[in-house]
C-alpha cells in the first residue's frame, strides 16, 4: 500500500504570528521616527516616540473600519449546557366543565 502525505500549502500559525510582530515592530519604529522628525530630529525622546507610536497603531487596530457596521448584539449568548427553553404554556379556560 502506497500512502502520499499532502503538503499544507498554509503557514504555520507559529509563523504567522512572528510575521505580523515583526510587521507591527516595523510600523511603530516608522511612526516613531516620524515622531521625531516631526520634532526636528530633538534627541531624547526616543521612548516618548516610541511609545506614542505604540498607542496610535494599537488605536487604528482596535476601531472598526470606516463605513463598517458595528454589530449590537441585544441578547446575551445562550449559556446553557445542552438545556432547551421551556415552552410557554397559554391558559384555557374550560367553558361548561362543572
Keep these: 500500500m502506497k500512502v502520499t502525505v499532502k503538503k499544507s500549502t498554509a503557514k504555520d500559525t507559529n509563523e504567522n504570528s512572528c510575521e505580523s510582530a515583526v510587521d507591527l515592530r516595523e510600523q ?48 446575551p449568548p445562550v449559556t446553557s449546557a445542552g438545556k432547551t427553553k421551556a415552552k410557554q404554556v397559554r391558559k384555557v379556560e374550560i367553558i361548561g366543565a362543572e
Design 28 to 75: 511603530i519604529r516608522r511612526r516613531a521616527y516620524e515622531l521625531y522628525e516631526r520634532r526636528g530630529r530633538e534627541d531624547g525622546h526616543e521612548v516618548e516616540d516610541w511609545l506614542q507610536a505604540e498607542a496610535e497603531l494599537a488605536g487604528k487596530r482596535n476601531k472598526p473600519l470606516a463605513g463598517e457596521a458595528v454589530k449590537k448584539n441585544r441578547n
